[in-house]
């Protein structure tokens, strides 16, 4: 999974859809749909480390939720309601 989430930023480097806002923490890919990929819209409450959970509950949430911070280029684990994020799909 770490390969694929390499390729698809390489990708996105590559053809010059990541722009300054991918330095943000609400940024959102440009390309609609990724195989292996859904988008979440956080819910108030909600922290990364429960989305992680919820993903993959026989994964080690710590690995999911790293996986979701390298997937959506987040530089920590802070999220906020209303924040769409990538997630792999169980």
Known sequence: MLIAAATLLASLLGFGLASAAMA???HVPAVPVHRG?????VQPGQTL???AVHT???ADPR???QRIIQLNGLSSSSIAAGQRLWIPQG
Not at 37 to 41: A, G, I, N
């Open 24 to 26: 943000t923490d609400h």
């Open 37 to 41: 990929l859904s988008q979440v819209v």
């Open 49 to 51: 480390w429960s989305i």
């Open 56 to 58: 993959d509950p026989s």
């Open 63 to 65: 690995l999911a939720e």
